[in-house]
Nanobody, 126 residues
Framework: QLQLVESGGGSVQPGGSLRLSCAAS????????IGWFRRVPGKEREGVSCISFHGGEINYADSLEGRFAISRDNAKNTAYLQMNSLKPEDTAVYYC???????????????????WGQGTQVTVSS
């Protein structure tokens, strides 16, 4: 049974950085497309970024303006979301999601994935 565990969230001042991790267990990350999503209470869940299992496709939300970077280390069975120049509007619960797919593709659609983590809180405030 595939399990995803996010970590690395916390509180940071505007302009700061955080790196979120998504550790997979029960399945080899090599064959998983990974997506990152975030949710602010009272708002719809937003797709942040995704990376295909071979890294051939990487997508980001336009709203990020190049501040975030997704990556994966298959040897560590872990995917990452590096978040730089954080803004108060980045405050949210961040989730990672995974899908076992034979195609080197990814999507920033929550329902496309079949496994989701529990989320990690990111708070950006002065």
């Amino acid at each position: 049974q595939l399990q995803l565990v996010e970590s690395g969230g916390g509180s940071v001042q505007p302009g700061g950085s955080l790196r979120l991790s998504c550790a997979a267990s029960g399945f080899i990350l090599d064959y998983l497309a990974i997506g990152w999503f975030r949710r602010v209470p009272g708002k719809e869940r937003e797709g942040v970024s995704c990376i295909s299992f071979h890294g051939g496709e990487i997508n980001y939300a336009d709203s990020l303006e190049g501040r975030f970077a997704i990556s994966r280390d298959n040897a560590k069975n872990t995917a990452y979301l590096q978040m730089n120049s954080l803004k108060p509007e980045d405050t949210a619960v961040y989730y990672c999601a995974a899908l076992n797919t034979v195609q080197d593709i990814c999507r920033m659609t929550w329902g496309w994935y079949e496994h989701w983590g529990q989320g990690t809180q990111v708070t950006v405030s002065s």
